[in-house]
């Protein structure tokens, strides 16, 4: 079963491709009794714990490859506009790439991973094992005690 800090990040990565720093953005909302450094710790332990088990891919992603165009101009698309042009592909940018578990390791080494960046950024995706490890997981109290309901 995942622990608390594990299911939280687990429902973003069974959702969409987030990038790292939306990893610690979650952390930091659900851990707010934490210091900042601390909040860093953890997310940097349940990212490395999240891998190591399978549950995780780390991805680099170059967001211009579906948008084909800068994301600040892609910020003054309407929503239909975004949806359109995300539905193509400009092959003028790289494709996602897998990282290995060596070269995300050495990103999490790196105290930059968790900051937002531009148009290219490391973010992280569930595996199989990941979606179904955290649909068998009933939802973990955030003092560990396992529950079948939502916090209030």
Known sequence: MLTFAEYEI????T????GMWELLWRVNTSFRDKTPEER?????SVARRLLAD???EIYRVDQRRRLGVPVSESLKMSEKERQEA?????????????????????LLDDPGI?????????????TDAGVEAYHATPY?????????????
């Open 10 to 13: 687990m429902s973003l990565a």
């Open 15 to 18: 959702e969409d491709l987030y």
């Open 40 to 44: 860093v710790a953890l997310a940097d």
């Open 54 to 56: 399978g549950l995780i």
């Open 86 to 106: 995300s539905s193509r592909v400009d092959e003028r940018y790289p494709a996602d790439v897998l990282l290995s578990p060596e070269e995300v390791y050495e």
């Open 114 to 126: 968790w900051e937002p960046t531009g148009p290219v950024y490391v973010g992280f995706f569930a």
């Open 140 to 152: 973990p109290h955030p003092d560990g005690d396992f529950r079948l309901s939502e916090p209030l």
